[in-house]
């Protein structure tokens, strides 16, 4: 069964330092997410990507965030001068298949990277 | 905007009693409404949806959900809960105005004690 994949699972940085958190979407989707989890709660939208731009951002997606589909396949997110409030669990999504409404579908997420500002 | 309220953190049941997850929504066009499951250290796994038609709709392992118009709730719903079933539940909604985004709830731990 297709799956979205992420790299690193976990990731310590020192805080200041710029990270880039990679996903691989499921190959023929469409849209792509990024949300973080802080400590096990809420899952809070980060930013949603479509035909290689963004689609929509939340608040918390500030200058500090960037996110990029370098290839056919990679999906990343850059988070610049990294803070300690950024510690979270950071997840990748894709959903959409071509010929489908985005609506209808749901979206497949990813295992998860553990991103810890130390 | 769009919006989900889960308003119960934690649901404890028996095993074999049946469960229920509450969840409301808002939003300003139609909504489109999701389900997923979080077991301990684990991504997001889909359980179920409701996008129009029959308003019971059912999903992964035995789940199903009721959508309420006039309630403005998608309550998940399981006859004979399972020990295994022990996770953190959340329900989220797309809303047809503006279809790119997904919006979670806070999440409900759920907890079946033998």
């Not at chain 2, 809303?95 to 033998?114: E, W």
């Amino acid at each position: 069964e297709p799956e979205v994949t992420q790299t690193p699972s976990h990731q310590v940085t020192q805080m200041g330092q710029e990270v880039i958190l990679r996903c691989v979407p499921i190959s023929n989707h469409l849209y792509f997410y990024w949300y973080r989890q802080i400590l096990g709660q809420k899952v809070e939208f980060l930013v949603s990507f479509y035909n290689n731009e963004i689609s929509e951002k939340s608040e918390i997606f500030d200058d500090q965030f960037s996110v990029e589909r370098p290839d056919g396949s990679n999906f990343t997110l850059k988070i610049r001068s990294t803070k300690l409030e950024d510690s979270a669990m950071y997840f990748c999504a894709s959903s959409g298949n071509p010929g489908r409404q985005i609506w209808n579908t749901e979206a497949f997420f990813g295992q998860g990277t553990r991103l810890t500002v130390v | 905007a769009q919006s989900v309220a889960q308003p119960e953190d934690q649901v404890k049941v028996a095993e074999g009693n049946p469960l229920t997850v509450k969840c409301t929504y808002s939003v300003s066009g139609n909504p489109y409404l999701f389900w997923y499951v979080q077991y301990p250290n684990r991504g997001l796994q889909f359980l179920l949806k409701y996008i129009t038609g029959d308003n019971l709709v059912k999903g992964s392992y035995g789940f199903e959900a009721e959508f309420n118009k006039s309630q403005t709730s998608f309550h998940l719903k399981k006859p004979s809960a399972l020990v295994s079933d022990s996770a953190l539940y959340f329900c989220a909604v797309r809303d047809s105005s503006s279809a790119s985004k997904i919006i979670f709830g806070s999440g409900t731990r759920l907890s079946i004690r033998p």
